[in-house]
């Protein structure tokens, strides 16, 4: 059971790089999320989905970009890095019944420099 | 405000004895989650423990139990028997079940490190 894997686990990018953090579940979840954790901190919500085709943001969205065009994969877009955006990167998914929600599970994360 | 306060930045403990990890949260809403994630040294996020807010019984997983208080708006983590592969840090999350959006809002953690 793959539950939900990214790529890659580490990366380094110059200033001003772009790249994609990938994301897939295999869980048939409904929704989708991307947090970043800085050194020290609990993670917050960068920006989540709540269906194929469906996106909005999240608490921290400056700076990224998302597109959801499967059920499955949530990429998550960084252009022009910055040393702010270097942090741990972790993907969830979570299934919405019509009336709760079922468990978050995460990634196993990808950690970011940005140097 | 923060919605989920976490004071302890760091809580030692010797094996074998019991530990509580404080949170506490600010919601509105009538529905709602809380949740405990254990965070080791390798960086994953482990789910431990689930509170749904009109469970009368406080949940427990094995050494884990949550502590709900409601009134209190306190969810307090125990940890029974500490083992030194306990040593992590603790993150504790809530769910607004009233939103539409299903994340998780998490406080700023705490790191417990068991002694031999």
């Known amino acids: 059971n793959a539950g939900v894997t990214q790529t890659p686990k580490f990366r380094i990018l110059k200033i001003g790089q772009s790249m994609t953090l990938q994301c897939t579940q295999d869980m048939n979840h409904n929704y989708m999320y991307w947090y970043r954790q800085d050194p020290g901190m609990g993670l917050k919500l960068i920006y989540y989905?709540?269906?194929?085709?469906?996106?909005d943001k999240g608490e921290v969205p400056n700076g990224y970009n998302v597109s959801r065009s499967t059920t499955e994969d949530f990429p998550l877009r960084l252009e022009l890095a910055a040393p702010s955006q270097t942090s741990v990167y972790f993907c969830?998914?979570?299934?919405?019944?019509?009336?709760?929600?079922?468990?978050?599970?995460f990634g196993p994360g990808t950690r970011l420099t940005v140097l | 405000a923060q919605k989920i306060t976490q004071t302890q930045p760091g809580m030692f403990v010797q094996e074998k004895e019991a530990v509580t990890l404080d949170c506490t949260y600010d919601?509105?809403?009538?529905?709602?989650?809380l949740f405990w994630y254990k965070q080791p040294s390798s960086g994953e996020m482990i789910f431990l423990i689930y509170?749904?807010?009109?469970?009368?019984q406080n949940a427990t997983e094995g050494r884990y139990s949550l502590n709900f208080q409601k009134a209190r708006k306190s969810a307090n983590l125990v940890i029974s028997a500490s083992q030194l592969g306990d040593s992590a840090m603790y993150f504790c999350a809530m769910r607004e079940e009233g939103g539409s959006q299903g994340n998780l809002i998490f406080g700023k953690g705490t790191k417990l490190s068991v002694k031999p």
């Open positions: 989905s709540v269906g194929a085709g469906i996106t």
């Open positions: 919601t509105s809403d009538q529905s709602y989650g």
């Open positions: 969830a998914s979570s299934y919405w019944g019509g009336s709760e929600f079922g468990g978050q599970y």
């Open positions: 509170q749904g807010s009109y469970d009368e």
